[in-house]
């Protein structure tokens, strides 16, 4: 729980240049050999059951590790939950300190209140990373060794028509996207669910003008969507630019005694940086999207707030310390989320 285990690692990296036999082998459960062992087990089962049709990918990866998925989303549970008990625990300490207690001792028993859900909060969310990006490490480990070793098997033909700057571009790329999949599955469901819960906290403080505070986020993110869908497309033209270059750089070093025999080396470097050049024309168009989209995304924190506020003041809607403070608080902990969801 507390990831002590790290603690002698860390310890002789303190002391010497850490080397590779300082660092210790992965578990059995985690290793590649292992991972695909289990990986063709299940492939093999699903063969049996479905004759005629491939199976597809999914389902064997959610038939391995349900379990593990079905843990991490117990933890990002816990976690949104707690995160949502701050701006509650706020408003009481508020009012606490404006001198409305409800019983003799409620000022101690909402600091323990408060010190339990943070522990709960850091606890469920290092848990949930951790074991969302274990799963994620599991099955890139596999398929990659299921793409080398379908490599292997490959016949002459097949060989010309899958280059081994493709095959690496599967390795890094693909197998990287598909490991990062438990993470974001629960990334997904959980920032709506304290969505949910922090409009239920809003209107529960500000009443109806919780309406005009949902308009301008709908509004900026409306906004933003333009932005994200071109970024969108620039990253995917960056994935296809990328992919030829390293396809270049792949096949320029496999067959390097062929480049110097015959004194193709600059050619190839130049094509390697106009490859290059294209790269950086939608790594540019991508950052300077980004670049827009991230200084209208954080204005949403001045502009929700106001909005709020002078639609409290038209509608009468009382304000004080405890409602804007409250509201402040549930703007701030769903903002994070949906910035990452973007």
């Known amino acids: 729980m507390s990831f002590w285990w790290l603690n002698p690692l860390m310890k002789k990296g303190?002391?010497?240049?850490?080397?590779?036999?300082?660092?210790?082998?992965?578990?059995?459960?985690?290793?590649?050999?292992?991972?695909?062992?289990?990986?063709?087990?299940?492939?093999s089962k699903h063969k049996q059951k479905e004759r005629t049709d491939p199976p597809p990918m999914?389902?064997?990866?959610?038939?391995?590790?349900?379990?593990?998925?079905?843990?991490?989303?117990?933890?990002a549970l816990v976690k949104v939950l707690s995160l949502s008990t701050g701006p509650l625990f706020l408003r009481a300490f508020i009012r606490v300190?404006?001198?409305?207690?409800?019983?003799k001792y409620e000022s101690y028993l909402l600091t323990v209140g408060l010190f339990?859900?943070?522990?709960?909060?850091?606890?469920?969310?290092?848990?949930?990373?951790?074991?969302?990006?274990?799963?994620?490490?599991?099955?890139r480990s596999?398929?990659?060794a299921a793409i080398y070793r379908k490599q292997l098997r490959l016949s002459n033909s097949a060989r010309m028509t899958h280059s081994p700057g493709e095959i690496?571009?599967?390795?890094?790329?693909?197998?990287?996207?598909?490991?990062?999949?438990?993470?974001?599955?629960?990334?997904?469901?959980?920032?709506s669910l304290q969505l949910c819960l922090a409009l239920f906290i809003v209107y529960y403080?500000?009443?109806?003008?919780?309406?005009?505070?949902?308009?301008?986020?709908?509004?900026t993110v409306a906004a933003c969507s333009p932005l994200v869908k071109l970024q969108h497309e620039y990253q995917k033209m960056l994935m296809v630019a990328q992919g030829k270059r390293l396809k270049a750089i792949?096949?320029?070093?496999?067959?390097?005694?062929?480049?110097?025999?015959y004194a193709w080396e600059t050619h190839f470097k130049n094509v390697i940086e106009g490859l290059r050049k294209e790269e950086f024309k939608w790594i540019s168009g991508v950052m300077a999207q980004k670049g827009c989209y991230l200084v209208l995304f954080w204005s949403s924190p001045t502009i929700v707030p106001v909005v709020t506020f002078w639609t409290c003041y038209f509608l009468g809607i009382p304000l004080d310390a405890a409602n804007a403070f409250t509201f402040l608080s549930c703007l701030r902990i769903v903002q994070e989320p949906i910035r990452n969801q973007n």
């Not at 690496?168 to 920032?191: C, K, M």
């Not at 403080?205 to 509004?219: N, R």
Request: hydrophobic share 50%; aromatic share 16%.
């Open 58 to 75: 999914f389902s064997i990866l959610l038939s391995m590790y349900w379990e593990a998925i079905f843990v991490t989303g117990f933890f």
């Open 168 to 191: 690496v571009n599967y390795v890094s790329l693909d197998a990287y996207r598909i490991g990062e999949f438990p993470y974001w599955f629960h990334q997904i469901w959980s920032t």
């Open 205 to 219: 403080s500000v009443g109806w003008a919780s309406v005009a505070a949902l308009i301008a986020i709908v509004l």
């Open 97 to 103: 300190a404006d001198g409305k207690e409800v019983f």
């Open 116 to 139: 339990v859900a943070k522990c709960l909060e850091s606890l469920s969310e290092r848990q949930w990373f951790f074991r969302t990006r274990l799963v994620g490490l599991q099955v």
């Open 14 to 43: 303190r002391e010497k240049i850490l080397e590779e036999q300082d660092i210790p082998k992965l578990r059995e459960a985690d290793r590649s050999q292992t991972c695909y062992l289990v990986f063709m087990e299940q492939l």
């Open 142 to 144: 596999l398929l990659s």
């Open 250 to 261: 792949t096949e320029a070093l496999a067959n390097m005694k062929v480049l110097k025999l």
